[in-house]
């Protein structure tokens, strides 16, 4: 029954700002990392920035620098705030929450349903 739900996107210009947000219905033991993925029309799914619960975040060379990624302080939310959008941003935004067991073993991803970004030019 748990789930993960994306809220925050929308239509912006390009060099607006959009912070997207993502929180757990329900409990998800073991959370170790939490990260953002985007996919747009005909593209694989890609990873845009992901946070562990010790604060380690990591961005792609894409996302460094406009967008900061941030987990909330009860581990089971990721916000995205994202700066200086382009128009290659517009992508359905994924979060996403790895669980693990005590020895530091993936043991399960969950996926929200998205949330659509567009940036017009």
């Known amino acids: 029954q748990v789930q993960l739900v994306e809220s925050g996107g929308g239509l912006v210009q390009a060099g607006g700002s959009l912070r997207l947000s993502c929180a757990a219905s329900?409990?998800?033991?073991?959370?170790?990392?939490m990260g953002w993925y985007r996919q747009a029309p005909g593209k694989q799914r890609e990873l845009v920035a992901a946070i562990t619960k010790a604060g380690t975040t990591t961005y792609t060379d894409s996302s460094k620098g406009r967008f900061t990624i941030s987990m909330g302080s009860a581990k089971n939310t990721v916000y995205l705030q994202m700066n200086s959008l382009k128009p290659e941003d517009t992508a359905v935004y994924y979060c996403?929450?790895?669980?693990?067991?005590?020895?530091?073993?993936?043991?399960?991803?969950?996926w929200g349903q998205g949330t659509q970004v567009t940036v017009s030019s």
């Open positions: 996403e929450a790895e669980t693990i067991t005590g020895y530091g073993i993936h043991l399960k991803d969950y």
């Open positions: 329900g409990t998800i033991y073991n959370i170790n990392t």
